[in-house]
């Protein structure tokens, strides 16, 4: 009797989830999502893993799935404690033959996925991969031959149109008897967050069906003809496509928002903006594989370059680059917004990342560490990947990115419009 057990990560979705379908194949099914203690536990870079944002993002998330689930017989049953130790408990209780879980670039995803299969040799494992656009397999090379930069990744990957997706699935199989409902019991390492209802900045709602609405209604806009004209501005919602924080947890999928762009292109036509669009998507997968290539240097001072930075930490001054207490008003205003909300636009995290490293002299992971707790959106490639990338030890031919912060603010806020919402209104 196949008894399958789904570890649910980063696909907190129902529609174009692999994994899940292969999970329907089973004769009895156990959904689990683990909460873990760690990662409300600051790390070797002072912040923690998972900040209040994210984590009342992600509970969102977690609710809304609870939902669909239910409603095809099934249930999440949410573990709260060391992820290793549940999932082998949970796995020894339940007899299960097969364990499914979707492929993630993560160090310590992958360190635990080798402990699991050497801890549980009876069971099978299969990694389904779909947190990318493409699978190693189509990638247009050897992951150890993966190009040293952007520009030349993207132009060895074939131009794509529009990508099959998963079936949609109409059942799934019965879950374990024994399996208890979930109630309220939460323990007490875990934070009780009141919802922050910003009173200005960008306002995320958690789950498949809120990332389905918006993918919608933005491609429903003219928006996305506009896109390259407007993707630089510090503030508005409708400056960006704002689909990074569905994407980081799997609410949507990189092949979904791909169709979404090749069908608008073909109703409203395609122009350098659309094109810019993909081209970010493109931006996410290099990181992913970048990260899936070179593992824990994604995390390392001197990154996958050869030479450390000349950089160091001072407590004094991050903190108040992290509490907006600089001497510019653009990096306070960008901080009190990164803080307060849980997003900062994509100018704002280069603007205070060149910030930190070059004007600070601070090690630029103290930032990197900073962004995950706070960041709705946030995803370790991604995020470790652009610190890299503006530090200077990572995927940039160039050697880092140096910005001036009073000319950003003249380009990008010439009337402190934005400075004054983020730093006199709050």
């Known amino acids: 009797m196949k008894r399958t057990l789904y570890w649910m990560t980063k696909d907190l979705r129902i529609n174009d989830n692999a994994a899940l379908n292969l999970a329907s194949q089973a004769e009895t099914l156990l959904c689990v999502y683990v909460v873990d203690k760690q990662w409300f536990e600051a790390s070797n870079f002072q912040?923690?893993?998972?900040?209040?944002a994210r984590w009342q993002f992600l509970q969102s998330c977690l609710n809304d799935l609870e939902q669909q689930l239910k409603a095809m017989g099934q249930q999440l049953y949410i573990v709260y404690g060391d992820t290793l130790t549940s999932l082998c408990q949970l796995c020894d209780k339940y007899q299960i033959t097969d364990f499914i879980t979707t492929r993630l670039p993560g160090t310590y995803e992958n360190r635990l996925i080798s402990q699991l299969r050497e801890n549980l040799p009876q069971v099978s494992f299969n990694l389904v991969e779909q947190f990318t656009l493409f699978t190693e397999k189509s990638l247009p090379f050897e992951l150890e031959s993966l190009p040293a930069s952007y520009?030349?990744?993207?132009?060895?990957?074939?131009?794509?149109?529009?990508?099959?997706?998963?079936?949609?699935?109409?059942?799934?199989p019965n879950k374990f008897e024994s399996l208890p409902?979930?109630?309220?019991?939460?323990?007490?390492w875990l934070p009780v967050v009141a919802f922050n209802e910003n009173k200005q900045g960008a306002k995320f709602n958690g789950g498949e069906q809120y990332g389905l609405q918006h993918l919608e209604q933005y491609f429903a806009s003219t928006l996305p003809s506009d896109y390259k004209q407007v993707r630089n501005s510090l503030a508005g919602w409708e400056n960006s496509s704002k689909l990074s924080a569905w994407l980081s947890y799997g609410c949507i999928s990189a092949r979904q928002v791909v169709n979404y762009i090749k069908q608008y292109e073909l109703l409203s036509g395609k122009n350098s903006s659309t094109e810019c669009l993909y081209l970010e998507i493109l931006w996410r997968e290099y990181f992913q594989w970048l990260h899936f290539k070179v593992g824990p240097k994604m995390y390392q001072f001197k990154g996958i370059s050869e030479q450390k930075?000349?950089?160091?930490y001072y407590a004094e001054r991050f903190n108040k680059w992290c509490f907006s207490n600089t001497p510019s008003s653009?990096?306070?205003?960008c901080m009190n917004e990164l803080r307060l909300t849980g997003?900062?636009?994509n100018r704002g995290r280069q603007i205070v990342a060149s910030y930190l490293v070059n004007e600070l002299g601070i090690d630029w992971r103290y930032g990197a560490a900073w962004f995950e707790e706070r960041l709705i959106d946030y995803d370790a490639a991604v995020n470790w990947g652009n610190w890299q990338y503006i530090a200077g030890v990572g995927a940039d031919p160039r050697g880092g990115r140096h910005f001036n912060i009073e000319k950003q603010s003249e380009i990008f806020d010439p009337a402190r419009v934005y400075q004054a919402a983020w730093t006199e209104n709050i």
């Open 330 to 333: 653009l990096i306070n205003a």
């Open 309 to 312: 930075p000349l950089t160091t």
């Open 181 to 188: 409902e979930i109630s309220n019991f939460k323990p007490n």
């Open 343 to 345: 997003y900062l636009s």
């Open 47 to 52: 912040s923690k893993h998972l900040g209040n």
């Open 151 to 172: 520009s030349k990744f993207r132009k060895l990957l074939p131009e794509a149109s529009s990508i099959d997706l998963q079936p949609a699935i109409e059942c799934l």
